[in-house]
């Protein structure tokens, strides 16, 4: 925005410069016209004239000196913001990738979601109804978590290691029973990793 800012005020400097130097150049063209007609014949109106012919050569001169000083910074503004429009359409094209990238994966997350949703509602219908009062109560206080493996006589819900005693309870305990782990009181889920 400030380059192009700056490059417009450069075109209307620019054409203000012009203008000006057309002015003197109209009016050294006039007084050219006058001193060649032979309509003024006094010698100090010839002076005068032919004096201010010199100061609007060197008027115009100076004139067009800064309509070329400007015409390079309009040049420099100008390539300026090109360039800044290059910039800014290669990171639109990466925001407008990452954009489209991140909502393809938020479908692959709802779809997957909604699957895994699917599934536990399978799975809960097969689980006895007193199992899911109790798994659901212990989730709401876990922060969403009502079981966990026992692995490697570790739970993985507080990742701390059953002692002994513990162990033996579980050993002990039959494969329908509901076993919590002590420390987290989360359910237990055995599977042959246990290391009971």
């Known amino acids: ?3 192009q800012t700056e490059e417009g ?3 209307r400097e620019q054409t203000k410069a012009e203008q000006d130097v057309d002015q003197v150049r109209q009016r050294a063209v ?3 016209q006058r001193l060649d007609s032979g309509a003024v014949t006094s010698p100090k109106d010839l002076e005068n004239l032919q004096r201010e012919l010199v100061s609007l050569a060197k ?3 100076d004139l067009e000196d800064v309509v070329l000083e400007v015409m390079e910074r309009r040049e420099s ?3 300026r913001v090109a ?3 290059e910039r ?3 990171v639109q094209a990466k925001h407008d990738d990452a954009t489209s990238r991140r909502d393809a994966a938020q479908g692959g997350l709802d779809d997957e979601a909604a699957s895994v949703t699917k599934e536990r ?3 809960a219908g097969s689980v006895p109804a007193d199992l899911m009062k109790l798994y659901e109560k212990i989730r709401g206080q876990q922060g969403g978590v009502g079981a966990a493996k026992l692995f490697q006589r570790r739970c993985e819900g507080c990742r701390l290691e059953l002692n002994i005693t513990e162990l033996n309870e579980v050993r002990a305990a039959a494969p329908g029973t509901v076993v919590r782990c002590e420390n987290c009181r989360r359910i237990l889920v055995r599977t042959s990793e246990s290391g009971l």
């Open 1 to 3: 925005m400030a380059a």
């Open 30 to 32: 006039r007084d050219q």
């Open 88 to 90: 800014t359409g290669a």
């Open 77 to 79: 503004a100008q390539e």
């Open 83 to 85: 360039e800044l429009t």
């Open 121 to 123: 509602e399978v799975v």
């Open 59 to 61: 008027r115009q001169g």
């Open 9 to 11: 005020d450069c075109a």
